[in-house]
């Protein structure tokens, strides 16, 4: 089992930047695939990107690829989401998840943090 904790969001005007980071606690980071979702309010739940085990392997959806960077550190623990050229309708609650299996499917992911709230002003 692992433990998510998100942090990095906050306030940010069009056309900037953040950092969003996810501490993993518990067994074995290295052996989950990670990714990270969104949800913006009166909206589903939307798939943003994956990462495989040691990194070599990503895959984005496409209303955020070129704007967005999952990458991780496996030494510390940690993933990480860097988001470019932020816009308005980026604004939502950003999560991290885990799973076992690499597939840019959505689905299957057994563990989540708690979600870390981003704001994107016009």
């Known amino acids: 089992q692992v433990q998510l904790m998100e942090s990095g969001g906050g306030l940010v005007q069009a056309g900037g930047s953040l950092r969003l980071s996810c501490a993993a606690s518990?067994?074995?980071?290295?052996?989950?695939?990670m990714g990270w979702f969104r949800q913006a309010p009166g909206k589903e739940q939307e798939f943003l990107a994956v990462?495989?085990?040691?990194?070599?392997?990503?895959y984005y959806a496409d209303s955020v690829k070129g704007r967005f960077t999952i990458s991780r550190d496996n030494t510390e623990n940690s993933l990480y989401l860097q988001m470019n050229s932020l816009k308005p309708e980026d604004t939502a609650v950003y999560y991290c998840?885990?799973?076992?299996?690499?597939?840019?499917?959505?689905?299957?992911?057994?563990?989540w943090g708690q979600g870390t709230q981003v704001t994107v002003s016009s």
């Open positions: 990462i495989d085990w040691t990194g070599s392997s990503t």
């Open positions: 998840a885990a799973k076992r299996g690499y597939s840019a499917n959505p689905d299957g992911y057994a563990y």
């Open positions: 518990g067994r074995a980071f290295s052996t989950y695939v």
